[in-house]
């Protein structure tokens, strides 16, 4: 575990008695607005360069608006940002952030460094509601969802603190990011807008649990972003008693949906399966598993289950991952075993949750 030292604290809390917020405008309603207020269509584009920065918290930075422009946009509204609160180090070079929303309101990402390449994982929202058995994030319940640009500013800390430009993001945080549809999709093209920060849309991957009518409506959406399914079995019951909140979603209507995006999009989901030892990694259920996938289009990541205090759950033996990889592989279906990052400052898959507790976290 890292010690206190290797904690940083950062700046306090701003108040939530604001007015409306510049960063929670779309594309089109900020587009509108400055039309409205007579600024050319490249005004625009100037804007959202200084909204992708978290740090900038005034009007008056914004050097390159005219200054009638940028008095007009202080009276109308706030710049409101995501700070950081507090920063840990792993020993394997990723670092968990604990960020603040300007309601005082606290979420994690992570940053994932690999070979001079930089991955980040987000959160869409403040806890989770979906309350799975295996993730520390649901104990405390839903604080609440998070806006675009709350979402989309998490990038731009983990960027700054790293001075990397990042290549990948992954909606994999907290929360469930198809509870929090809008936001979440609205977060997505933000990242994927063209610039000089830009990310293609298959770098970018939301993780759900399997909100299926949300999963047919992310099928339809016009960019080629990465989905994947938090699945853990392919047995109702066990997945019933592992993730009670997909009880409203059977596992027959999953793999239709899947069906159904992987032959509207062409592009392959994946399953997200951590191997717990004797729940999910029995023979039985590694047969459903192969069942569910056999003929179809996807990739199954064998993630590690990661400890939780208080949890009965354990992980999987290694022999026995590698033994369910290899099944998985004579059947014909791609699938990869995930080394854990971040498990020394519970950054790792399940480990998420906001809390602020002196200068450690």
Known sequence: MVENSDVTPHGGARGANTPSNLRDLSHDELAAMLTELGAPAFRVKQVEGWLGRP????FEAMTNLPKALREELAARYTLASVELAATRVSKDG???????????????????????????CVSTQAGC????????????GLTRSLSAREIADQVA???????LRVSSVVFMGQGEPFANYDATLAALRILNAPGPETIGARHLTVSTCGVIPRIRQFSKEPEQFTL???????????????????RKYPLTRLHEVLEEYAERTH????YEFAPIDGVNDTNSEVEALV??????????NLIHLNALEGSPLAPSP???VRSIRARLERAGIEATIREPRGQDIEAACGQLRQRLEGVGF
Do not use: W
């Open 157 to 163: 800390v983990v960027r700054g603190d790293f001075g």
């Open 291 to 300: 069942d569910f996938c056999v003929g179809t289009l996807c990739h199954v």
């Open 318 to 320: 290694d022999a026995k």
């Open 55 to 58: 740090e900038v918290t005034s």
């Open 228 to 246: 994947a399914i938090s699945l853990h079995s392919a047995v109702q019951q066990t997945r019933n008693a592992l993730m009670p909140a997909t």
């Open 267 to 270: 592009r392959r989901p994946t």
């Open 94 to 120: 990723s670092r968990k952030y604990l960020v603040r929303c300007a309601d005082g309101v606290m979420v994690e990402c992570v940053g994932l460094p690999s070979s001079g390449r930089l991955s980040v």
């Open 129 to 140: 509601a979906m309350g799975c058995a295996f993730c520390a994030t649901g104990r405390s």
